[in-house]
């Protein structure tokens, strides 16, 4: 066959794509029903890039992952909609596959609205709770839950899902930290906001309530299994170590320590895990990563478990790396000239607009189209050495294909200059990704 | 552009795709992903887009950034630069879409676009914002390498 002959050949191939093919539009609406549901917002519009490359790496390894588990479930009413609720997390999926959830099962109504904590799923680290509102004269609920009296050192992340049908699962986790683990039993207090209509703003009103006490099956509530690796390995010129894997039902911890003669702090990594049948674990959505003390590092990665696969071997594979140089952590606003030093490079001040609260500050970058990771600031200091505050508001641009803008938006007094925390100096992809067998 | 209009477009649009993919990964399963992705981005994004006649240039850029964000994880590729010189009688030995996974990317983005997906020389160009003369360049360079003897695709 000469080489036309092969490109007749394989244009016809390509004239008979696959079936799958057919429902690409179809599984792309879906995503984005699902991504309008988990979405945070703020003053502007706020997408966390990370969570959501994650998400979406997340998602298409669920595709493959849990179908034959959502059919099992199918014929089960309410297990499916309990799969339907998790099938985007991987870990949870697997656990409700393996009967690792706790049926709660309290109700209450107040106020003309119905709240029933309906299920958990939990291990020492992580709680993820699973509850619905439902209500004939609010639309547009959404929920807020916050632990009484709750002992240990904990975040409670919860992201806003205003357009959940009334009834439907919404999730809340409750990710405790190194020092701290789940106790026996949790008071909580959710709230029930719905959206002023009339108005028709982002603001949501408190229409009710409600107290509970969880008790949790010791049985259903793993310690989980700790893997030391304690492998050296050099990333950007920088050496890092991964002491230890984490390994839990709800997600898996990689916790990393850094040499001290490293001239940059981590900030952030792609990466992910992978055992010897080939399955894939991604970066966990909610908790991505924490920090360590000194207050720049991210040292404490997420990832999806493979807790119920029986794994006998792991390696981690990191992508790229997101670093923040020593001594240049901060940029310095002179907000009467409008100008910034120690930006990094391609990143410039744009506009220093007066706010009736305080200020807007505009940046532009350069950016490939479809790069996850853009430059940004984590917080904001009013002296040069003070404490970090946040930003009342970060909006987010990609307008033009090859240009970013960022606005932030601070609450303060007229002042002469600002502090801004990067978020890193520094953005590499491997071509090649760095491998780190953990077991 | 409506979400319906978006609908229209992508299933006009939907094989070529898969085509680009398809060669620039060399994966049926690579390449669905990628069309996946680059079809959810661009749903997503599709109040950016300011000039609809422009789309399937965007949708294609679009695409072909997942590629290279998939071949960034996956592998290296060879600058035109370091081709050995025995790179003709190297390529000859390749079946033809091995031989198109291995191209540099300067001379494989235009490959794709241009013999097997079907886009004109201009076409091409705009996608990959180069200069027509350079896309034909690039495109001989090809397919002498390739040793394809093509027409070109009509203006």
């Not at chain 1, 189209?369 to 970090?388: I, L, Q, Y």
């Not at chain 2, 081709?83 to 031989?99: G, I, M, N, S, W």
Request: negative net charge.
């Amino acid at each position: 066959m000469n080489r036309n002959e092969e490109y007749n050949e394989l244009m016809q191939k390509l004239d008979s794509p696959p079936l799958k093919l057919d429902f690409t539009l179809e599984r792309a609406r879906a995503r984005k029903s699902a991504l309008k549901k988990r979405r945070k917002t703020s003053k502007a519009v706020f997408i966390p890039l990370g969570t959501l490359a994650a998400m979406f790496a997340l998602f298409v390894a669920l595709v493959n992952f849990s179908e034959p588990f959502a059919e099992a479930c199918s014929e089960i009413p309410a297990l499916s909609r309990l799969a339907e609720a998790v099938s985007f997390y991987s870990s949870l999926a697997a656990a409700v596959q393996n009967d690792y959830v706790q049926e709660i099962g309290q109700e209450q109504t107040k106020n003309g609205v119905t709240a029933k904590i309906e299920y958990v799923i939990a291990d020492q680290k992580q709680l993820h709770i699973l509850y619905s509102l439902k209500s004939d004269e609010y639309s547009d609920m959404d929920g807020r839950v916050e632990l009484s009296n709750a002992p240990g050192y904990f975040s409670i992340l919860s992201s806003y899902h205003n357009d959940i049908p009334d009834g439907e699962l919404r999730r809340v986790v409750v990710d405790y930290d190194e020092s701290s683990d789940m106790p026996d039993n949790l008071d909580i207090v959710l709230t029930a906001l719905a959206m002023n209509d009339e108005e028709l703003s982002s603001i949501s009103n408190e229409v009710a309530s409600f107290d509970f006490h969880l008790e949790f099956d010791p049985t259903l509530t793993a310690e989980g299994e700790t893997v030391e690796v304690g492998q050296t390995f050099e990333l950007d010129g920088q050496t890092l170590t991964l002491e230890k894997a984490e390994i839990y039902p709800t997600h898996t911890r990689l916790i990393f320590s850094e040499s001290t003669k490293n001239t940059a702090w981590l900030k952030s990594l792609d990466y992910y895990m992978e055992d010897e049948n080939g399955n894939r674990y991604s970066p966990a959505s909610g908790v991505s990563s924490t920090g360590s003390e000194n207050g720049y590092s991210m040292t404490t990665y997420y990832v999806e478990s493979p807790y119920f696969a029986d794994s006998e071997k792991l390696t981690l594979f990191i992508t790229g790396a997101r670093w923040l140089n020593k001594g240049e952590e901060t940029v310095r606003v002179d907000l009467a000239s409008g100008t910034a030093e120690g930006l990094p490079d391609g990143v410039e001040l744009s506009q220093v607009n007066r706010t009736d609260t305080g200020y807007e500050l505009i940046f532009v970058a350069e950016r490939e189209f479809g790069n996850s990771h853009v430059f940004g600031f984590s917080a904001v200091r009013f002296d040069a050495e003070g404490k970090n505050n946040s930003f009342n508001g970060i909006g987010y641009d990609t307008g033009e294909s090859d240009r970013d803008t960022q606005c932030f938006y601070i609450d303060c007094e007229p002042c002469d200059e600002l502090w801004l925390v990067l978020n890193h100096s520094s953005s590499t992809n491997f071509d090649t990704p760095i491998k780190v067998t953990i077991r | 552009m409506t979400e319906n209009e978006f609908a229209e477009q992508i299933e006009l649009l939907r094989t070529t795709l898969y085509r680009t993919a398809y060669l620039y990964l060399g994966s049926e399963a690579y390449a669905l992903d990628a069309v996946d992705e680059a079809v959810y981005k661009a749903l997503v994004s599709l109040k950016k887009l300011r000039n609809p006649e422009y789309f399937s240039t965007w949708m294609t850029r679009i695409l072909i950034n997942e590629c290279k964000n998939e071949l960034k994880r996956r592998r290296r590729e060879i600058p035109v630069d370091e081709l050995p010189e025995t790179a003709v009688e190297r390529f000859d030995c390749l079946p033809l879409k091995e031989a198109v996974l291995r191209l540099p990317s300067e001379l494989k983005q235009p490959v794709i676009l241009h013999y097997f997906a079907g886009y004109t020389i201009v076409e091409t160009a705009n996608i990959l914002s180069e200069k027509q003369g350079t896309v034909a360049t690039r495109l001989r360079r090809a397919a002498r390498l390739l040793r394809l003897e093509l027409t070109e695709v009509s203006q």
